[in-house]
C-alpha cells in the first residue's frame, strides 16, 4: 500500500509539471524578461543579451551545433545583429513551470531596420530562476520559412 501511495504521489508530481501554470508570476517575468530581450535587440548590444542567460547557458539554432557560454553567446547575438537583424517580435504562446525551472514555447519575427520580415519561427527556452531573475539556460529556435528547393 505504501509503494501504492508514492506511486500516486509521484504521478501527481509529473501532472503538474507537464500543464501550464496557472500562476501569473513565472510567465509575467518570463514575458518580461523577453521585452528586455527585444529592447537589447533593437539597441544592438549582443554583450547585453548574452547577461541574459545563465552562466552555463547555451542558444541552439537550427542548422547549428549548440552555442555555449557567456563569451560564445555574445558572438553569436552580435554576428546575428550585424548580419542586419535590427528587431525582434516574441510572443509567449505557453508557460510550463516547476519550481525554479520554467520552459517558454513561444513565436518570434526577425527584422531588420526599416521594419521588413526576415525570418518568422517558433522557440522553446528552458529558463531557470538564478540570482533573483529568471534567465535563459536553453533556447532553442527554428525557421517556419520552407527551405528553397534547388
Partial sequence: MKNYASLCLAGAALIG??????????RAAIEAADAKFSALVAQGDGAALAGLYTK??????AGSVPVRGTAAIAKFWQ????????????KTVEVYSQGMMATEVGEYALRDKVGKVLDRGKYIVIWRHDGG???LLRDMFSTNVPPSKS
Fill in 17 to 26: 509539471f507537464a500543464t501550464p501554470s496557472l500562476g501569473a508570476g513565472p
Fill in 56 to 61: 552555463d547557458g547555451a542558444v541552439m539554432p
Fill in 79 to 90: 554576428s546575428a545583429l550585424a548580419s542586419g537583424v535590427a528587431a525582434i517580435d516574441l
Fill in 133 to 135: 531573475d529568471w534567465k
